[in-house]
């Protein structure tokens, strides 16, 4: 047989993943004020845009729930025929077009109008772009009010400016006092530091028993065990047993009395009694202050209740930018770039301008949308609380409103809703499922668990339950689960088991019995 070679003619899809597509999709993982961040960097890149600083302003309903079709046409850009010409070939070049960032979104197959889905039983505010309120002259913003939070190292520092020491141990102390932690510990090793700085590890000691004499009691500590002892050591209660107890914290946190008994010759009741007070240490006393890395959590969802008792659902329209295109400077620009490098750097700004602000747009909604359906599974929630939470999972939302589970997680990471019952996080929603004993609904797993959090929480020393009678409790109220699962949540919540509580509620009840009248 013999080998011939011959051109054929094949056609095929695949998709290409573009620079621009993978900014869209990276654009939905970002929070509002990431997406501050990006912003900033897209200005200072492209000329062609800037930010829309009429948000605040008073707008017509109509302006305000404008479509994205609408929006598309206002960032229209009045250029000459060619210069429209070179910019829609690039974009076809590129692949830039809308729908590949977002294919599962039926709202852009053919119309870019975006159609909320309505409820007759559930309705809620169809503002397809966050709403922007006025603030009048006396309105005050509490946030510009608020003085600055001072942080730990701001409050050691002032000690140590007027704490009597020598020049040298004082420089030594504030050097020590930058490299502590947010808890307030020092995690340096004394032999690394001592070469680092060309002074003597006994140097170093003492300029950080000069720190640990600054409040926060416990601060500058090494250890967890340290920390609890210089609290102790203040209240006159780090005595031999006590040191012994603490040197074996380990113990002490599993409620091995009987090994902590033979090594402090302590009963139970005694030990039972150092555990409360060693509770009611603070075990990270730098978290006191507000930390210089803290970072600001601000909800990008708004959920409110409306007058006539449904839910409002908006985006957070103070931190949610708005970026538009310079109609005027493209074109005053566009009239002097005739060709050559200036007139292919001209397009591909304008194209990349165009293509961000309806990213913009579609990330807004999209998030809107998704909000829209976790409010609408979780309405018992945010009428009765935890209890009220039922069971979910991205794949449940994606369904409901026709997209595909990776963009839900998208949209859900890293995103917060402020509630009536407070701020969550959006995959604080999605809950595994408990079966039911019955025919019911199935059980969130986390209403289960602030079930038993409540059963544990009212125990007595004569009531204590054991995990077999929690089970038998939830099975009661109709929730179907294994001990194992009972066993594995409450590890989770950090509760000891029925044994170890019912020692310390017994103790607990004896020391009462034992105080005067």
């Known amino acids: ?12 899809q695949s998709l290409v993943m573009t620079q621009q597509l993978s900014q869209s999709i990276k654009l939905l993982t970002l929070s509002n004020i990431e997406l501050n961040a990006f912003i900033d960097s897209q200005l200072e890149a492209n000329p062609f845009l800037e930010v829309d600083h009429s948000v605040g302003e008073t707008r017509a309903p109509d302006a305000e729930h404008a479509s994205l079709e609408a929006r598309a046409e206002n960032a229209e850009l009045k250029l000459d025929s060619s210069l429209e ?26 119309n870019t109008q975006f159609e909320p889905r309505r ?14 309120t006025s603030r009048g002259a006396d309105d005050v913003d509490l946030g510009e009010l608020t003085p600055q939070r001072l942080t730990l190292r701001d409050h050691l520092h002032s000690q140590l400016a007027i704490a009597a020491a020598p020049p040298r141990l004082h420089a030594l102390a504030a050097c020590l006092v930058d490299l502590l932690d947010d808890a307030g510990y020092l995690r340096e090793d004394f032999n690394e530091l001592s070469e680092r700085l060309s002074v003597e590890p006994q140097e170093i000691d003492e300029a950080l028993k000069l720190v640990q004499t600054f409040e926060p009691t416990g601060i500058g500590a090494r250890s967890l065990s340290e920390c609890l002892a ?40 005694e030990l039972s009694e150092i555990l409360q007070e060693v509770q009611a240490l603070e075990p990270r006393p730098g978290s006191l202050f507000a930390s210089e890395n803290i970072a600001d959590i601000s909800p990008d969802v708004v959920v409110s209740e409306a007058p006539d008792g449904s839910w409002r ?6 931190t949610l930018p708005r970026v538009l295109v310079d109609q005027n400077y493209v074109a005053e620009v566009s009239k002097q770039a005739d060709k050559g490098k200036d007139r292919e750097f001209v397009t591909e700004c304008l194209q990349n301008a165009s293509w961000l602000t309806r990213s913009l747009d579609q990330r807004a909604h999209t998030i809107l949308k998704v909000a829209r359906e976790i409010v609408k599974k979780q309405d018992a929630f945010l009428v009765h609380g935890v209890r009220g939470l039922k069971p979910l999972t991205l794949q449940m ?8 589970e990776s963009s839900v997680s998208r949209v859900t990471s890293g995103k917060y809703m402020l ?38 929480d009212s125990e007595t020393a004569a009531t204590v339950l054991s995990d077999d ?12 689960i294994a001990r194992r699962t009972v066993a594995k949540y409450r590890d989770a919540m950090m509760i000891p088991s029925s044994v170890q509580r019912r020692r310390e509620k017994q103790a607990e009840e004896r020391a009462r019995l034992r105080e005067p009248a």
């Open 119 to 132: 409820d007759e039983q559930f309705r809620i505010s169809s503002s397809g772009l966050p709403t922007s």
């Open 469 to 480: 009678a929690v089970v038998s409790a939830l099975e009661a109220a109709g929730i179907k």
């Open 419 to 456: 509630t009536p019952r407070g701020m969550f996080e959006l995959k604080y929603f999605f809950t595994t499922a408990i079966t039911s004993t019955g025919d019911g609904d199935a059980h969130s797993s986390e209403a289960v668990r602030d079930r038993i959090k409540s059963m544990i």
């Open 397 to 404: 939302i994606a369904d409901e409103i026709d997209m595909h």
């Open 1 to 12: 047989m013999a080998l011939a070679q011959k051109l054929a003619l094949r056609q095929s």
């Open 230 to 269: 210089l609290q102790l050591r203040e209240k006159n209660r780090l005595d031999p047993a006590m040191q012994l107890v603490l040197d074996n914290l380990h113990r002490l946190a599993k409620r091995d009395f009987v090994g902590l008994g033979l090594l402090t010759g302590l009963d139970v009741e």
């Open 313 to 318: 659902v908006e985006l957070n329209s103070e």
């Open 85 to 110: 010409t070179d910019a829609k070939r690039l974009s076809e070049t590129l692949g830039t077009d809308v729908e590949n960032a977002f294919p599962d979104d039926p709202s852009l197959r053919g």
